[in-house]
């Protein structure tokens, strides 16, 4: 089965911290992504990768960037957190960037910034 | 361009009578269309997918959806609900013209189920 690891589930940081949330993946998968979930508001894509040192914006960007070093890991990082970026964040991956490919997902992490 | 629109925010059943939650797509191309469930404070996980070959695809504890192309809808049923099936629903439309990860999600349906 297809693992993707959160590594932090509940985090609470400060207004202005860096926060780094990370995400490993084992299989092998050339896709992941970090997508926010809200209330009323659905899954929204941040960032995804295609690649190792590859990225792009998905629809909701400002405020984050991503790290993808290793072709397993990819981090979210809030170069300075806000209130508003109190949310849940889901890491996912997929094998290529096929359509048919499953999306697999994390189990999410919880930040509640104060 | 791609769309998918989940009909009904909320839908409670009582155990044991079926379930229909409802599920209609837009796709300039031939279609990718899966179904995930999350149950609360979990990540999303795989229900069943169709990717063009049966119309019907039977997916994991008893839920089955079926691809009506003249409907432009992907409804997920199950005959008799479970407790267990308790969970908010996705529908998710991924087409051709896109990679992956621009698949597009819907806002969900809250499956309550009463004893």
């Known amino acids: 089965d297809v693992k993707v690891t959160q590594s932090s589930r509940y985090l609470v940081k400060r207004t202005g911290e860096k926060v780094f949330l990370e995400c490993v993946q084992d299989?092998?998968?050339?896709?992941m992504f970090w997508y926010r979930q809200d209330p009323g508001l659905g899954l929204r894509l941040i960032y995804f990768s295609y690649d190792v040192k590859m990225k792009e914006k998905g629809d909701i960007p400002e405020g984050y960037s991503v790290s993808r070093e290793k072709k397993e890991r990819f981090s979210l990082i809030l170069e300075s957190a806000s209130t508003n970026q109190t949310s849940m964040y889901l890491c996912?991956?997929?094998?290529?960037?096929?359509?048919?490919?499953?999306?697999?997902f994390g189990e999410g992490s919880w930040l509640t910034v104060v | 361009a791609q769309s998918v629109t989940q009909l009904d925010s909320h839908v409670s059943v009582s155990e044991g009578t079926p379930v229909l939650l409802r599920c209609n797509y837009s796709?300039?191309?031939?279609?990718?269309l899966f179904w995930y469930v999350q149950h609360p404070n979990k990540g999303l996980q795989l229900l069943l997918k169709y990717t063009s070959a049966a119309t019907l695809v039977k997916g994991i504890n008893g839920f089955e959806a079926e691809f009506k192309k003249s409907e432009t809808s992907f409804h997920l049923t199950k005959p008799s609900a479970h407790m267990s099936d308790a969970a908010e629903y996705f529908c998710v439309v991924s087409d051709r013209g896109t990679n992956a990860g621009k698949s597009t999600f819907g806002d969900g349906t809250t499956l309550t189920v009463k004893p």
């Open positions: 796709s300039s191309y031939s279609p990718s």
């Open positions: 996912a991956s997929s094998l290529t960037g096929g359509m048919g490919n499953t999306i697999y």
């Open positions: 299989m092998d998968h050339e896709n």
